[in-house]
């Protein structure tokens, strides 16, 4: 069975203070890795696409690393804005363009 | 605006009384899905819409049925709701390819007592 967890399940930071957030999978054959961020009453936004190990991909204050069973979102200098879920998700070879989600991290920016 | 839309975004019903939530593209995307996300288990995939008038069953389709009849709508359809179908419901639609991203509605929480 695919299986995504995301680690930690809250995190909270200084503004400033860098750090990553850990998604480990564990599936049968991957398509693509994604992230999403997610505001309190809104749909997961679209943040990047990982196809394959040692990829990274990067969007402001935000990079995104695949390895064989992991990727990370690194954050950079976060300011209170970023603040939100982070979600993480896969897509499996044949499937169809299913998204298997981890539960995601809540991450706190504070000022 | 490229968007998906969701209506009604708040729906209180009560046990065995049908209701339908809607959901609209405007992107010309063939795929269309609904997840619910639901604490502790995260987003989990309920149908989804390949193309006009295929649709198929994803991890969870008990107690929901869908229709695919135009290529920007895809409602859910909940003929009996019940207590345990409570929770926040996102449709999402991409284009057929694995390139595209889904884009997901801003959802619709609903309430059934």
């Known amino acids: 069975e695919d299986q995504v967890t995301q680690s930690p399940e809250a995190l909270r930071l200084q503004e400033g203070e860098s750090s990553s957030l850990n998604c480990s999978y564990t599936?049968?054959?991957?398509?693509?890795l994604f992230w999403y961020r997610q505001d309190p009453g809104k749909g997961p936004e679209f943040l990047f696409t990982l196809y394959s190990a040692g990829e990274e991909k990067e969007k402001e204050r935000l990079k995104a690393t695949l390895t064989k069973k992991e990727s990370f979102l690194h954050i950079t200098a976060p300011k209170p804005e970023d603040s939100a879920t982070y979600l993480c998700?896969?897509?499996?070879?044949?499937?169809?363009?299913?998204?298997?989600f981890g539960k995601g991290t809540l991450l706190t920016v504070n000022p | 605006e490229a968007q998906v839309t969701q209506n009604p975004r708040y729906l209180i019903t009560v046990t065995g009384k049908k209701l339908t939530v809607t959901c609209s593209q405007n992107?010309?995307?063939?795929?269309m899905s609904w997840y619910r996300q639901d604490p502790g288990l995260g987003l989990r995939q309920i149908y989804y819409s390949m193309n006009v008038e295929v649709t198929d069953k994803g991890d969870v389709p008990e107690g929901y049925k869908v229709s695919r009849k135009e290529k920007r709508n895809f409602p859910l359809i909940l003929e009996l709701p019940s207590p345990n179908q409570t929770s926040l419901y996102f449709c999402?639609?991409?284009?057929?390819?694995?390139?595209?991203?889904?884009?997901f509605g801003n959802g619709t929480r609903l309430t059934v007592t």
């Open positions: 999402a639609s991409s284009g057929q390819s694995y390139n595209s991203p889904l884009h």
């Open positions: 599936v049968s054959g991957l398509r693509g």
């Open positions: 992107m010309n995307h063939e795929y």
């Open positions: 998700a896969v897509q499996v070879r044949g499937s169809n363009y299913k998204l298997t």
